[in-house]
């Protein structure tokens, strides 16, 4: 089961962020970088915001990644999440590729137990047929895959935590 339900709307995607989702569709994460000055472009951009070039390569993400921020969601955003609410929004940071993040999820950890700096390791989640998206989990956290109401679920066996 995906960490968001799978009737979520699927990312919009264009000409040129299509090489960033084929990436993830093949299991491999992946940033744009200018080929002249060598800036990293998170999300994908048609022209440099640096150096106005239009030439790009794609650098693949490091293994090691942590919280840059986060957010639980306790408004649906969208009608598909509101059985699931709340969910985390993390901004990930790689700290072996600086000026770059990404906007994500972290499957697996309850309301109380993400914090900022948190070592975070990179996962594929299946989100539809065909769409595989990064997500992340917790250094050293269990290594189940489960979506926000399976860590309520396992949550309601321990000591309700404030936050
Ligand atoms: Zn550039």
Known sequence: MPYLPESLPAPAIDETSAPFWERCNAKRLSFQQCADCLTLVHPPLPVC???????????????????????????????????????????????????????????????????????????????????????FRRVGAPAAQSGPSAARQADSTSVIRAS
């Open 49 to 135: 915001p640096k150096c106005q070039s239009v030439h790009r390569n794609w650098v693949d993400a490091p293994s090691r990644a942590r919280v840059f921020s986060f957010v639980w969601a306790h408004t649906a955003a969208h009608d598909s999440v509101k059985a699931v609410l709340p969910y985390n929004v993390v901004l990930v940071e790689f700290p072996d590729l600086p000026g770059v993040r990404l906007l994500s999820n972290v499957i697996g950890t309850m309301r109380g137990e993400l914090a900022i700096g948190d070592g975070l390791e990179l996962v594929w989640d299946q989100q539809a047929e065909n769409r595989w998206l990064p997500r």
